[in-house]
């Protein structure tokens, strides 16, 4: 017996290499560049270093780059996985993150080169647009099996309404509503098929739980762009602000359980929501200068740091190791 056992042949290891890259990896620079935007904003604002969030932001244009080239590398050696990517109904959101990077390098780039920046944002305003077309499309003509609807779908949908916070700045105001409004109904839309997922079941797998973290997202970056539209920190977006400020406290309440989930991929979905729940805090501290809202904007921004750094860190680990060219589970 022992000796059959030991003639068994075992399972071959499984091969890393570049058709592997994940393409949610293109949420790294979502976080990274929410979190350098909150520091900018902290710099008027807070008094912060101003070194700290362009440093963030010029990281940010740099790793979305990086990753966009390697996935084109990627694109022209196994044009399979990246179509296996674009079908997968859970992968195939982070596409929406490709455009959203885009947005947010505009952003970055808008206190140096205005032109430069208007071009890019309308280019990533143009992709991400065409994206939910595609998405919604997707949803409509191959219906899909209650467990693969998840967070990550908010991600080429909801983005929209990312669009505003430049938008007003560069003065596309009537897009920039247009914008708004369409990231505003089709988070009113999507967003309760999902949660009646979360809610009735199936459950999330393990792996996906970090990407609830995504649900703070739409209510943070709604708030931000209406205080870029309204040109202040108005009824409407401390109504917005609210819904944040309470899906952020049931998130807050869920940590014990998330500490027990390994690193993956889906730790991103804390990042950008997280920075994006700072910026609108240190947007409300402006008009709100109290001690305790001032308090908070730098707690807020503190912990948005912490996450996005021990994610990047947890990233990295994997990529200097191998695990991050893997085959997914």
Known sequence: MTDNLAQQPTAPAPVRGLVHLPLPLFAAPMGLGGLGLAWREASHILGAPAVIGEALLLLTTALWLLIFGLHLTRAMRHPGALVGDFKHPIRSAFAGAVSIG???????????????????????????????????RGLLIAPREAASLAPPLLIPLVGNILAPILGAKLGFLAVSWMMFGLGALLWAMIQPIILGRVVAGPPLPDKLKPTLGIFLAPPAVGTVALVSLTGGFGVAALTVFGLAVFVAAVLLSMIPLFARIPFAMSWWGWTFPSAAFALAMILLAQVWPADWAVALAWALLFLASTIVARVSLATLRAALTGRLLLPEA
């Open 102 to 136: 885009l947005m947010i390098i505009a952003a970055a780039l808008f206190p140096y080169a205005r032109d430069a920046a208007a071009i890019v944002w309308a280019v990533g305003v143009a992709l991400h647009v065409g994206i939910a077309v595609w998405t919604v």
